[in-house]
């Protein structure tokens, strides 16, 4: 588990590379580009989801600036490649390539420029469209849906469709305005656009903004708040976007000094936010570890009586502690049959949120789950009073 913390860190900041890269292709000096990448780092929303957990979304924002730069040198293979990329890293992630693809279409038409924005947007949209809708379509029928939920708010006539969403906002356009600037939601805009001193937004290239869709859609429309808190993944997609934003948007500046101060502003700003906002996160679960570390000792302690070579269902988070079984379930998630088909079952007393499928008749779920492993023939063999259980099979 360690390692993969690391590993997702290392896979973020291995950002700077694309993004560097995409400094140089557009004219912008080494000491800008050095400062650019900088600016990446101290970004309060591509820093701040690094003290959570492991997430599939952090593999989006170098492979979205990746794309940009196969994009902007008209390498065929690279456009492809990390095109195909973007897009396996979940359900939602053609969103991103179709924006671009949009974006290219819109900046051929109106430029008139080669045939390679027209034809590479044209063909990135087709397989963005193909791969969404094929995706969850599969999901749909094999397995639980896309999370559509997180949507609720623009869903008015009680479907669960993403099609109703597209028609909320086109037949009440200030109802997405309103959900995009709610109370909850200011604190995060200043968080993500203030750091970039408003660079997204500068430019006389008005299909670049077509870029700002993600952040809008994914960021700002839901009411689901954890895709509005610079703490969790959800930032990742549209963070690159932001950044090919303010990438381009310097390299248009025709006046030096100005280029500077503007990006200067940014890194100063977004350094303010680090500090505020990412610093005291980042040291409070070291700080948890010393305060409590008695405690998780204890827990430790407890959950060692499980041999490293017998198969275990626990509760979500003690699944990290046994990681390295070959077999290991996960109570929230496991089939009743999967669960008893373990030697040992560890249970947090107080991890609710595992129980919550056995929540039935006003009793607590971690009270029947007991009752029922009881009635498969479980003993409890070892605990830490109040707040672990370790079950054995007789």
Known sequence: PETLQVLQAAVLASAGIPLYLLGKHHGLPPFLRTALCGLLLLYPAFAGG?????????????????????????RIWLTALF?????????????????????????GILHRRSK??????????????AYFFGVTSYLATSGDGVMTYRYSNFMYDGSDSLVTVIKAVMLSP??????CVDKEKLEFIGLTLLPLAGLPLLTRRYERLVLLIPYILVNLMSDYRYQHDIFFQYTYGATACLFYLVTVNLADM?????????????????AACFGAQIIPEATRYPQNCKTYGAYYDRVRETLDVVPEDASVAATTYYTTHYSRRAELYDIRY????????????????????????????????????????????????????????IYQKR
């Open 50 to 74: 690094t003290s959570y957990d492991i997430h599939e979304n952090a593999f989006l924002t170098p492979l979205i600036l990746w794309l940009f730069y196969g994009i902007d040198r008209k």
């Open 83 to 107: 095109g195909v990329l973007t897009m396996m890293v979940k359900e939602d992630a053609p969103v991103y390539t179709a924006v671009i693809a949009l974006w290219l279409l819109l900046s």
């Open 116 to 129: 390679w924005e027209l034809i590479t947007g044209m063909l990135l949209m087709i397989a963005s469209l």
């Open 174 to 179: 200030m109802k997405a305005v309103f959900e």
């Open 254 to 270: 025709k006046n030096r000094k100005l280029r500077m101060a503007v990006l200067g502003l940014a890194l100063c700003i977004s």
């Open 334 to 389: 496991a089939s009743k049959e999967h669960i008893f088909s373990c030697e040992y079952i560890a249970l947090g007393v107080k991890s609710t949120y595992s129980f919550k499928p056995y929540e039935t008749g006003g009793q607590k779920g971690y009270e029947n789950f007991r009752d029922m492993i009881l009635k498969e023939g479980y003993e409890l063999i070892a605990e830490y009073p109040g707040r672990v259980e």
